[in-house]
């Protein structure tokens, strides 16, 4: 196993766009979690799954965000309708559950809104 | 909304000396974090210790924790260049809660 995967690693999108992520945990977790951070600033959590099921999702995420984990292995992240203010990088992280555990995380998608 | 604070947000150290970083939260926890951040990478997982926990040590790191205060601190020991990034404290509420990140601390290490 290779850790984490997230693609694409750089995305350039027009305002009013719609963008997808994608992210691959490592095969024996069965939490997934999605951060965003700016420039500065720590991860802010935006949601997480345990397998397939969706338990939490922040205010952050507004209607122009949907997150799905089909099967309970990757998960995709949508933005629609792009803003500049969704400039940002994208984290995925995984972790065995209960979390007691680390989070492992993917190197990040960096989303720019031009 | 960001839990943990760290103090002092940049901290800058000649290599061969201890770094020693320090994070305050507000609610209880179940355990504390600490991630280490490379520039425009993702977060590596330092260690882990649980709130019936005081002290815990991992080659040249060394964590403690003080639920009385609800503070922690991460001591890295004779720090390498290679040790220069950003610091993150990280709080879990329990089993189903998520990580709450502080703002972090930027270390620089001079060769």
Known sequence: ?114 | SQQGEEDPQALSIQEGENATMNCSYKTSINNLQWYRQNSGRGLVHLILIRSNEREKHSGRLRVTLDTSKKSSSLLITASRAADTASYFCATDGGANSKLTFGKGITLSVRP
Request: net charge positive; glycine share 8%; hydrophobic share 25%.
């Open chain 1, 1 to 114: 196993d290779t850790g984490v995967s997230q693609n694409p690693r750089h995305k350039i999108t027009k305002r009013g766009q719609n963008v997808t992520f994608r992210c691959d945990p490592i095969s024996e977790h069965n939490r997934l979690y999605w951060y965003r951070q700016t420039l500065g600033q720590g991860p802010e959590f935006l949601t997480y799954f345990q397998n397939e099921a969706q338990l939490e999702k922040s205010r952050l995420l507004s209607d122009r965000f949907s997150a799905e984990r089909p099967k309970g292995s990757f998960s995709t992240l949508e933005i629609q309708r792009t803003e500049q203010g969704d400039s940002a990088m994208y984290l995925c992280a995984s972790s065995l559950a209960p979390p007691d555990y680390g989070y492992t995380f993917g190197s990040g998608t960096r989303l720019t809104v031009v």
